[in-house]
T-cell receptor
């Protein structure tokens, strides 16, 4: 089945220790997104790629970076995680005729 | 004004009830409209796209009113498994998907 895969599902890191979250897709969609979601809040868009074109949201902290080496993979790098960065990180893709968006299962990040 | 607003909720309804969720959006140039459901600690899952003519999928009916910039979702004969947060999503421009804050539904036995 075509899908969006995220690894790891759970990540524990220490305050200030860099962490990388990964996402891959088999949907062959042009667009990939990273969202941050905290408890009882809607997903908040951090950035997205349209093919190789990177689009950063204005309020995304510099602490968050992303890479998309090819169509299938996208990475989220958090350079110096703070306690406030503990959240669920969701990867999504969109494309196809209906331009629908599909999410991976998320990576839950804990910062100690 | 927020780009996408939803009923604040939570909605607590008995099994078998009919429940309606409302959503409004601010950008009149918005192109696509969706309802997602999100279970606790899980990812959002696409419930249905919303078309101008309205669309129905089993117990779920979605309506779009472009003139009023309003979207609705109706759930008939609600089941315990319908308990979730329902997210209204709009694409105002480009590839951006803008989420409403969500409305939580609890279906009670």
């Amino acid at each position: 089945d075509a899908m969006v895969i995220q690894n790891p599902r759970y990540q524990v890191t220490q305050f200030g220790k860099p962490v990388t979250l990964s996402c891959s897709q088999t949907l062959n969609h042009n667009v990939m997104y990273w969202y941050q979601q905290k408890s009882s809040q809607a997903p908040k868009l951090l950035f997205h790629y349209y093919d190789k074109d990177f689009n950063n949201e204005a309020d995304t902290p510099d602490n968050f970076q992303s890479r998309r080496p090819n169509t299938s993979f996208c990475f989220l790098d958090i350079r110096s995680p703070g306690l406030g960065d503990a959240a669920m990180y969701l990867c999504a893709t969109s494309g196809g005729r209906k331009n629908e968006q599909f999410f991976g299962p998320g990576t839950r990040l804990t910062v100690l | 004004r927020k780009e996408v607003e939803q009923d604040p909720g939570p909605f607590n309804v008995p099994e078998g009830a009919t429940v309606a969720f409302n959503c409004t959006y601010s950008n009149s140039a918005s192109q696509s409209f969706f309802w997602y459901r999100q279970d606790c600690r899980k990812e959002p899952k696409l419930l249905m796209s919303v078309y101008s003519s309205g669309n129905e999928d089993g117990r779920f009916t979605a309506q779009l009113n472009r003139a009023s910039q309003y979207i609705s979702l109706l759930i008939r004969d609600s089941k315990l498994s319908d308990s979730a947060t329902y997210l209204c999503v709009v694409t105002p421009y480009g590839q951006n998907f803008v989420f409403g804050p969500g409305t939580r539904l609890s279906v009670l036995p």
